[in-house]
């Protein structure tokens, strides 16, 4: 099966709120990615293969230095198959190339090993506050 991966690649509303659904189990939404997207993240990485999108993470970033993964999400019939960790490498890449020094992420930890172990994140200190 053929696979595309593309950075700030065009992407239908439908389709990430549904992968987003699927992957943190929820009803669909209909909210606006793409003018989100637009408005506020340095990009955003989608992968496809034949049947649509399989995978999509975005990097929201500070306008300076600081890069942040948001929504990492694989489609549940294309998991652990690498597709996530791509993702991550091409956000890593691409956060790079547009002259940010830190790329930062936030995750539950059951997922301290896809996210240290095959994406290459370190541990460090952070903090969290919920607003609502
Ligand atoms: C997390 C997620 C993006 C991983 O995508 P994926 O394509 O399946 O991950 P990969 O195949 O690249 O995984 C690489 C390695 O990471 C680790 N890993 C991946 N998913 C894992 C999980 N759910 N639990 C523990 N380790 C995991 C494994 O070591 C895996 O290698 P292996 O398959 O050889 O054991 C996917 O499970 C997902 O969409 N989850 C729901 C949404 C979510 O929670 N996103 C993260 C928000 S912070």
Same mark, same amino acid.
């Given at each position: 099966?053929?696979?595309?991966?593309?950075?700030?690649?065009?992407?239908?509303?439908?389709?990430?709120?549904?992968?987003?659904?699927?992957?943190?189990?929820? +009803?669909?939404?209909?909210?606006?990615?793409?003018?989100?997207?637009?408005?506020?993240?340095?990009?955003?990485?989608?992968?496809?293969?034949?049947?649509?999108?399989?995978?999509?993470?975005?990097?929201?970033?500070?306008?300076?230095?600081?890069?942040?993964?948001?929504?990492?999400?694989?489609?549940?019939?294309?998991?652990?198959?690498?597709?996530?960790?791509?993702? +991550?490498?091409?956000?890593?890449?691409?956060?790079?190339?547009?002259?940010?020094?830190?790329?930062? +992420?936030?995750?539950?930890?059951?997922?301290?090993?896809?996210?240290?172990?095959?994406?290459?994140?370190?541990?460090?200190?952070?903090?969290?506050?919920?607003?609502?």
């Amino acid at each position: 099966m053929t696979m595309t991966w593309e950075w700030r690649g065009t992407v239908r509303n439908e389709e990430i709120n549904e992968l987003h659904a699927e992957g943190f189990d929820h +009803v669909p939404a209909a909210d606006d990615w793409t003018e989100r997207l637009s408005r506020l993240s340095l990009g955003w990485v989608t992968a496809r293969d034949d049947e649509g999108l399989v995978g999509f993470v975005n990097v929201i970033w500070d306008g300076h230095v600081h890069a942040f993964i948001e929504d990492t999400l694989v489609a549940h019939r294309a998991r652990r198959q690498g597709i996530g960790k791509r993702l +991550v490498a091409v956000a890593e890449e691409q956060s790079r190339a547009a002259g940010c020094e830190w790329l930062h +992420v936030d995750f539950d930890d059951h997922l301290k090993s896809f996210y240290f172990d095959a994406c290459g994140f370190r541990p460090t200190s952070a903090g969290l506050m919920q607003l609502r």
